[in-house]
């Protein structure tokens, strides 16, 4: 089984540039997770989606970030303009409808200057 | 609302010797309590998981967890620590009658010495 995969692996860009994540979970799995892990702490949750519905984004900065899944499978995080504060590294991960186990992708390090 | 603490931020061991690190938890109903290990430039695999039956909880790698009710703790064990093992390992849990979001604590950096 393939799992979550995420390109690109890594990305730098200079402050109020604009940058897009993309993300294709597990084959099947309905929930998409997008997490934002700074360094030296633990991942924090940015959005969730079940199919193409949006689950929970309240700690999406939705003044400068934004998620789609528009056909219930890939998705796309987008940053635009980024601030310095948003060098991290950002986790996709997936899960099946029944099943508590959440699959992380190896994760886009974002390194803004 | 529901919490995770890692009380300490790294742990050394020697090879060959047991390790213990260490996770608390609270939530207002029962908790679903999930370890991740993860290795540099790598997402976040998962370890083992509690979510009811018997309290002592065997996963991946030979590491196994302890879910104590009375001290709101799921610490992660292993008999024989192995140099392989370093690695930063993440304690999560989520509210049973809350939605599927964990929340992670701020991860435990494991370092087994030869």
């Known amino acids: 089984e393939a799992g979550v995969a995420q390109s690109p692996r890594y990305k730098i860009i200079e402050k109020r540039q604009s940058v897009a994540f993309w993300c294709n979970p597990i084959?099947?799995?309905?929930?998409l997770y997008w997490y934002q892990q700074i360094l030296g702490q633990g991942p924090k949750l940015l959005i969730q989606f079940q199919n193409n519905g949006v689950v929970d984004d309240s700690q999406l900065p939705k003044d400068r970030f934004s998620a789609e899944r528009l056909k219930g499978v890939d998705s796309t995080l987008k940053i635009q303009p980024a601030k310095l504060e948003d060098s991290a590294v950002y986790l996709c991960?997936?899960?099946?409808?029944?099943?508590?186990?959440?699959?992380f992708g190896p994760g886009t390090r974002l390194l803004v200057l | 609302a529901q919490s995770v603490a890692q009380p300490e931020d790294q742990v050394n061991v020697a090879e060959g010797n047991p390790l213990t690190v260490k996770c608390t938890y609270s939530?207002?109903?029962?908790?679903?309590l999930f370890w991740y290990v993860q290795y540099p430039n790598r997402g976040l695999q998962f370890l083992l998981k509690y979510i009811t039956g018997d309290n002592l909880v065997k996963g991946s790698y030979g590491f196994e967890a302890e879910f104590n009710k009375s001290q709101t703790s799921f610490h992660l064990k292993k008999p024989s620590a192995l140099v392989s093992d370093s690695a930063l390992y993440f304690c999560?849990?989520?509210?049973?009658?809350?939605?599927?979001?964990?929340?992670f604590g701020r991860g435990t950096s494991l370092i087994v010495h030869p």
């Open positions: 991960a997936s899960r099946p409808r029944i099943q508590e186990t959440q699959y």
């Open positions: 999560a849990v989520r509210d049973e009658m809350g939605s599927y979001i964990p929340t």
């Open positions: 939530v207002s109903g029962n908790p679903y």
């Open positions: 084959s099947g799995h309905a929930t």
